[in-house]
């Protein structure tokens, strides 16, 4: 299937941990955000996908994410907010 171009703006902390955890997982950002679109939308069609990404934090992180999205809970916070010591 032929790709397209989309445009996201993300805060400049995210997209920095985004770039540094693609590189340490040797992906892509994209590929992060296409494995996420592609489970997302094949759980919806009730579907099961392989996922590419195997770091146990980021099957985590998607999961609960996605819970959060579904049943109205999700809260918004800053990087710095989630990140910070």
């Known amino acids: 299937m032929p790709k397209t171009r989309i445009n996201i703006s993300l805060d400049q902390d995210l997209a920095d941990f985004a770039r540094v955890f693609a590189v340490e997982n040797r992906t892509s950002v994209a590929d992060i955000v296409t494995q996420y679109l592609l489970t997302l939308k094949r759980r919806i069609e009730g579907q099961d996908s ?36």
């Open 50 to 85: 392989e996922r590419i990404l195997s770091h146990p934090a980021f099957q985590e992180a998607m999961d609960v994410a996605q819970k959060k999205l579904k049943d109205g809970s999700a809260e918004w916070y800053s990087y710095d907010e989630v990140f910070s010591d």
